[in-house]
């Protein structure tokens, strides 16, 4: 099957290479390529890709302007946003994530990594730069509130099977990797993320995990070096 991506970003360099990189790929096409916000958004809701690749800061409306209205619960059609950008400031993260962002990568990651991370997206993952996470998950527990959804009231509206899928979705496993754990079909564990993400307050899988180290579902993971690091083939729980 082949993913459509469109490309958006108000430097010609880039957006033309990103491209190029992505249509390189037999499974990727590049269905669009816009050179500011507006553009971005007039493209994704004429062309529906599977996903959209947007620069943060763009004239017009920014990339994270797009991204909410992309990705907001009563979007039509809605569209998974893959944010990508030379700079790793706490607001671009924080308004990306928060926005609905799918996943959020630097511009100058390595271009396995950004194909990796739009077939990620596409699949319904999340995907966060394995140089940020653990800062930014540290940084919503103690000081951000995504939603108002306490873990308390969650308790009430979640099933057993949503709060397992949940701790399970937090440690970083995937669609299959869950369901392999629970000995169910794919197709069950996708059925009780769709139902459990409104139940959150939340609106892509990345914040449901956020969510879950916010309300201390799960413990965040600690600082490199420390007791507890999950190291670096586990960049945090931000893969599913």
Known sequence: MTTRVLVADDQHLVRVGLAALLGAEDDLEVVGVAADGDEA???ARALVPDVACLDVRMPGLTGIEVTRLLCAPDADPAVPVLVLTTFDLDEYVFGALEAGASGFLLKDSEPDAIVAAVRQVAA???????????RILREFVERRRLQPVTAERAAGLLTPREREILGLLAQGLSNEGIARALVVEVSTVKSHLARMLPKLGVTSRLQAVVWAYQNRVVAVPDEPGRAGDPGPGRPGATRG
């Open 124 to 134: 319904g993952q999340g995907t966060i730069d394995g140089t940020l996470t653990r």
């Open 41 to 43: 958004l007039a493209m």
